[in-house]
């Protein structure tokens, strides 16, 4: 059973407090948040969680072997620095951390220590997205020819982030575990409507090698509330469309057959039109499986497929984008988290 | 009633002649294809009009005032040229030229000519696309946010010209239309997946005064059929789904409010949430409406609101997006048709 | 090659001519309507075409081997007796006739002639229908347990029949089509909501044997269109949605498991979920399938599967509802049509 | 402060707790269940309640003023009729008894101490609901020509209570506080599929005075899972889909439009197309407003809507309408919960 203490009872914090009480393989030993008020309610709920207004009460346990972290983005590199280096396992929300280079100082911390280094990159295990990339991995989509996302609704806006590092990160999350490939660049276009706060409407492009792209747009700014990806192969065609409350996974038998004509240089393009399929999902808390994950990855002094490294890998698109954004779409080029 | 030649009988052509047909104060006199097997589709359909392989027949003809081009658009300047240079109004499928340059010879032309050039803008004759013009004219949206369009579905590949110049197309139709300001520089990102041709995908940023953006995609290769734009401002917000049998628009009361602290630069962002009103629109066919007003503009010797110039600022967009995607979105200024 | 007249030209008779003009297989040589007008539009489309307004102008001409009926159902007796009795084969709109004595009647001519008489039940002739009977004839359904279908829209209120006998006969002719088993049964409800018209609302309620139920909402005050039927079976589930542009049909592997208890006269049910398919369908208009089908039967003189044994079968269970519905919704007996 | 003591903890028992408890105006001081482990987990979540497996310790505490009851059907009355002479208000699950005798009891004998029964039709308490009933009081929508509903799903079938009594009954409860209108008459048809279990299956067409329908669709057996609900008036239409996340309730000012001809008997029916309103509804938890309801009609001593009567009325419905059902469809009359 792993002992585990939980940084921050905002807005994510409870549901990490949740998910690993009932993972049946971690307790929640102790939680600390500088407001009293949410550890009053940690009490009501765990009676039998210690609260503390000090994080570093958390650090110094002897009982504790991990800690979680949910606060802000700009607290993360400083928290899980702390924590590594008190000897602590960390779990750590999304984005990493607010720069490459915080990110590289992590992983080497951890890496030095031996201890293991997780981001929250929660949609990687759903159901949903566990089958696209078994799709992708399997062949059965073929040569991808994109990814495109659109995940827009009206608020919430950040008051210290864009709208990018709010949403686009989840799917460049998808897309880090989904495909073998990694982008070489980035192009962005975004933009503000309130006076002195970041962007909150954007666009990301990213070039893969193979004539692979990907495209995000994401949107605090949308009357209507959209979750839906796409993935487009040579063999198969997939909508991934989140809000649906079954059948969030379609696999069409469509696409193009391309045929080489006599004449070189030449090919002719047809259309392949077949039956649909919405495969039966894995039902589970994506969050739950991930507290489980992270327990065991622990126990088997093994990498999780979402360690700093892929956490690295998208906060360097998110930092280029930003940076491209800023320039009207120039294109930044990416060394794919190395 | 006007007497109107069509040239060109292939995709699009019979729509025309239907539409000039029925709009009552037209009549198809004749019809000029290359092809004398659609010359023979035109004979079984309409008994009564001439037909000729030879365009040129209908350019020297007297009974003749006005023919609509409906030709592939590498053939257009030359075809529109040479009408006009008869004395011909020209009705005009879209995009209007293949260039800026050809689009400014041709307003030239008709303008030296006092003859009316226009261009097919069909979308602009609908229902949907009048009343999202009316709304932005009257005030009821606010100040503009961003217009964001996607509108993709698989096939059909066209031979000559990308995606951008077959779908964005009809989205710079519409914006032109719709709303007042001129977009100022252009972003474009896309991709081709067949060998030798040319991009199946796109990306358009565009960039107005006044923080409005503008952003089409449009994409050959998607496995669902999607026609959906969306209108926010800052009082109202708007979505245009085309392939809603029904309630085409939706106006959402929804948005934000922006409340200025005490403190200098500091802005509160809070919701509002209101009812949504899908308007009763008109209901008409969008061609028949434009070929009467055609007619009608020729009758009284006024610009139409989809003349040359409006085809010309259509082209420049075309042009510099196409450009910016060989760029990988590098920015490209616009000077909105001057 | 078949030539056929066609008497009616109104709202259905359009459809007719043009699908046996396209069917490659029979030529439209005449077209009777009372009314010049509809006659005028008919010589304006087919100039070939005779036209008159005698519709035994067409019963006594020697070219013509069939007749095709589009008129109203009050009338449908009348003609295609005097058709047959001039030796025409005879096609007839839906309802078959407004009693089960004069079906039964045309039946027996017919036969005796060794004419063809066909009912049209269009919808037999679509490729979701026929996938439908496909998947109940093979098997793959199992068991059926019911038939439940909603077919509402905002008028077009009849001015003599009721909307069972205007929208419910789609769903009885599909049903004759799909299903082995005849209903044994029928319960009615309905009610009229303009004072001195025919019921504007209405349930049916079909028994059959082996615990199968069919059911049918007809409503012409609906706010909304709707076009949906269900078959769930003991393997499988099944949604038809004609609105969708595509996927019209869902297979749903879905469905519960029976389990005998040890305790007699108990059991356990359980509940199976698994993927969902859309099979792509054929894709052709209906009623050229059907002109084609008609042609065929009456080549090699074989009875069609929408004969007037079919047509028969529909009309008494309109007949029989009719009543229930008069009498709040008593149960009335069906003989299946012998 | 309230104190409210609740009878079971099974499916529906914990949200009893949770609301009663958020409900800022009630305390739930103890909870019974013939279940140790269900009690356990009570103690866990609320670690100051008392809990016990004999609902009796409830009845005689000094300190509990109420009880509010979760136990299956076949317990209801003799649970309540023990609370109420015990001197306490109940606050009891729907439907409110088995029989229309149980039920009469039950109101008598709270009306002779004086006590407070409410049976808990949940969904009245919903904003949608609400915006309903204030729609067809207002006037909005004119006179009523029916209120039909579907409510299907795959599962969960009751052991003892077929299909109606799980399902039918929140309609009957939205008809019952939506209309001032009561049934006069119901047919229902219905079937069960699994041997030896109640109807898995049923349709009930309601009558009611003035030209007004109702009916309701409840299907354990369907693949997909509906909850769609239509009001049609001679003024406007309404959708009320529940499944719907935001804009549950849909206004349509479409309908018809009868005009007296001159003729005697003789009426036009014409059709009226207009705007389409999704008003913003209240958002709040139905049962949270419905446990401050509660306290607050003890609190008063009045007479809340859905009080033993409106119970009363629905089971009325219930108990004809199944044994309708038994009959293939016969209409039995209803005396409107005299």
Redesign the interface.
Known sequence: MLNIGVIGYGYWGPNLVRNFSESGVAQVTAVSDMNPERLQLVKKRY?ATRTTIDHRDLLTSNHIQAVAIATPVHTHFTLAMEALKAGKHVFLEKPLTETTDQARQLIDEADKRGLILMVDHTFIFTGAVRKMRQLVESGEIGDI??Y?S?RVN??L?QPDINVIWDLAVHDLAIMNYVFDQKPV?V?A?????????PAD?A?L?L?FEN?M?G?V?I?W?????LRRS?I?GSRK???YDD?E?S?KI?I?????T?TERQAL???L?G?R????????LENHEALNLEARYFADCIGKGEQPANNGQAGLEVVEILEAATR?MQ?????IELNAGS
């Open positions: 009676p020819y994109y495109d659109v009206l608020g806006f660049a192009s276009t975004g933009m503000s409507h309130v006076p002195g706060k409407i666009y492009s070039f004539n792209m495209h747009h949107n700014l949308s009357p209507v509330k796409m487009a065609m997939v909508v809000l409350p059948e379609k069409y038998d469509k696409g193009i391309i240089y030449d090919h393009v259309y039109v077949g039956d649909m399929v919405a495969p039966q491209s320039e009207k779409g120039c294109t």
